[in-house]
């Protein structure tokens, strides 16, 4: 009878698991599918008076039939996508795989290592007609595209050398130390990873960029030197001021900065600087030196790794429990089915750090924009803001609810504002 009643709460248990998983799935596609109706509707609203002369009217209409496409398209990719997850969850879909995984072999790393490159691949594999359409049918229609097939393939090829290297060190790393210390694994992983994150800030556009883009040091003349003209007003000193082939694949433009200590650089896209006036180029450096005098890239560091070891550290509490992996359909307690099911019901907690960090995040932004026009780079900075909205087709009126869940920066209006009054 004991034994009977044990049954039964262990299958009470598991199901309940499994449903509440599901749930996280179903909630979390739900939430995404309102505000993307919602960001939908409010694309086409007055736009305000400080905005007005940034899309003629035929340059307007485009943008809503960018914004239109793209709305459209995220909308069947998620579905597709949800509806590819409920079927895995609910018929033990990877469960199955993990049982592939084993018959090539039984060790734990080895097995895991298996079991997540089949995974990768069939993600990989399936999600190349979304990015395909994507790039050379939406993009190409409204003239953002410049990648060629040949680019394309050797982007996706490198990504997943790229992955399946250091994502399987990492997952080889994490459950090496689990069976090695059980309860202390996840200080182990932690203190690994951010090892690895800081690593990566640093040398990242030393070691991996160069594998996707080519940088050269920016030319000698009058832009060079108004921007160590700027930088050196601003107390900032740079020697590391590089030029990306960001036209190798589009015609946005962006800028950005990089690394800390020797290490830091400062990049700009090709385009930017073909879309951009002197002024505004500078503008926009002296917003990216902004966040480095604001220390901005080191609190994201920090708040990562806290985050990280905050993650790890719970997932260490549950990782032993059967009921993670008997939610994936094992009956035996499984490093990697339990990862995936605690990533699902840790979303909840994910999402609320992400609307966390974009709130920071656009605090930020307003302070390495105040920062830019303490420079005297305010008037150009908005000019370059207005030039880079209307290049992007970018939305101008997006939804409040939208912008809190997802944007990382304040809006146009916001920015703009924001320059003008203080």
Wanted: with cysteine; aromatic share 14%; glycine share 6%.
């Amino acid at each position: 009878m004991d034994i009977y009643i044990f049954a039964e709460k262990k299958i009470y248990m598991t199901t309940t698991l499994l449903i509440v998983i599901i749930g996280f799935v179903i909630f979390s596609f739900l939430l995404n599918q309102v505000l993307d109706y919602l960001n939908s509707k409010f694309r086409n609203k007055n736009i305000p008076s400080e905005l007005e002369g940034i899309y003629d009217a035929e340059k307007y209409l485009k943008s809503q039939d960018y914004g239109l496409a793209n709305d459209i398209f995220s909308i069947i990719e998620s579905s597709l996508s949800t509806l590819l997850i409920m079927g895995m969850l609910t018929f033990y879909g990877f469960d199955y795989i993990n049982d592939i995984a084993l018959t090539f072999s039984s060790n734990e790393i080895v097995s895991a290592l298996i079991f997540v490159g089949i995974l990768m691949l069939a993600s990989g594999i399936l999600s190349i007609p979304f990015e395909m359409y994507s790039i050379f049918v939406i993009e190409e229609k409204f003239g953002f595209n410049k990648t060629t097939y040949k680019t394309f393939w050797l982007d996706k090829i490198k990504s997943f050398l790229l992955t399946f290297i250091l994502g399987g060190a990492i997952l080889a790393g994490f459950i090496w130390f689990y069976l090695e210390t059980k309860e202390l694994f996840w200080l182990y992983a932690w203190i690994s990873l951010s090892v690895f994150s800081l690593l990566m800030a640093m040398f990242y556009s030393n070691l991996i960029v160069p594998l996707f883009n080519k940088q050269t040091p920016i030319e000698e003349g009058s832009l060079k030197q108004a921007i160590f003209s700027m930088s050196e007003k601003a107390g900032f000193k740079v020697k590391n001021i590089f030029v990306i082939d960001g036209s190798k694949r589009s015609t946005k433009a962006n800028a950005y900065f990089t690394g800390f200590g020797p290490k830091k650089r400062i990049v700009l896209y090709d385009t930017l600087i073909k879309d951009l006036t002197e002024q505004e180029i500078v503008a926009v450096l002296a917003h990216e030196i902004g966040h480095y005098k604001k220390k901005h890239s080191l609190s994201n560091i920090a708040i990562s790794i806290a985050h990280s070891g905050i993650m790890l550290y719970i997932f260490s509490l549950f990782i032993d429990n059967p009921a993670l992996s008997n939610a994936m359909g094992s009956e035996t307690v499984s490093f990697q089915l339990g990862l995936i099911s605690f990533g699902i019901l840790y979303s909840p907690i994910s999402m609320i750090l992400g609307i966390f960090l974009n709130l920071l995040s656009r605090k930020n932004e307003y302070q390495a924009d105040n920062f830019a026009k303490q420079q005297g780079c305010g008037s150009a900075l908005i000019s370059a803001l207005k030039k880079l909205s209307e290049k992007n087709l970018s939305n101008l009126t997006p939804h409040p609810l939208y912008v809190f869940f997802h944007y990382s920066h304040p809006t146009l209006y916001q920015r703009i504002k924001a320059i003008e009054n203080e």
